[in-house]
């Protein structure tokens, strides 16, 4: 399998305003440290929210939910963005643990534009950023992990 060089995304997403949210702290600082060596900025957030209000005030280029996540869920979070008129344009991509069919469809109906199955390989992470940022019409699945 070949890699995805990071050079090539760096220079393309440098200074793309990312929002990252995830209850689980070592997860927002692992992706956080990666997606910022990658050249994007970062801001993140431990709950959905939190995660709206810096939606809001923020209008960052693309938002990375958990769908498990306190004080509202990321499904709701998603649906709560999209009905705004600040953010409803703003790219989603869910990263999951679940896997279950009715909670991807659930995500789907919530808005996300993409969910990803965690693990995910950061490369991955990486290629659906650029995708939803550069609105890169093709014909990959919205739904996509280890198999």
């Not at 957030?45 to 809001?56: P, Y």
């Not at 344009?89 to 808005?111: C, F, N, V």
């Not at 199955?117 to 550069?134: A, D, S």
Request: hydrophobic share 40%.
């Amino acid at each position: 399998m070949d890699a995805v060089p990071l050079t090539n995304t760096q220079s393309d997403m440098t200074h793309a305003r990312i929002l990252l949210v995830d209850d689980y702290s070592d997860a927002l600082d692992m992706w956080g440290l990666y997606l910022r060596s990658c050249g994007y900025e970062v801001l993140t957030s431990g709950n959905g929210l939190e995660a709206l209000e810096i939606a809001v005030a923020s209008r960052p280029d693309v938002i990375i939910l958990d769908l498990d996540l306190p004080g509202i869920t990321g499904f709701e979070a998603a649906r709560r963005l999209k009905r705004l008129p600040a953010t409803r344009a703003i790219p989603l991509i869910a990263a999951t643990g679940y896997s279950h069919a009715k909670q991807l469809d659930e995500a789907r109906r919530a808005g996300f534009d993409v969910v990803l199955v965690k693990p995910c390989e950061p490369t991955v992470l990486i290629q659906e950023i650029e995708r939803t940022l550069h609105h890169t019409p093709d014909n990959a699945p919205i739904f996509l992990g280890p198999h």
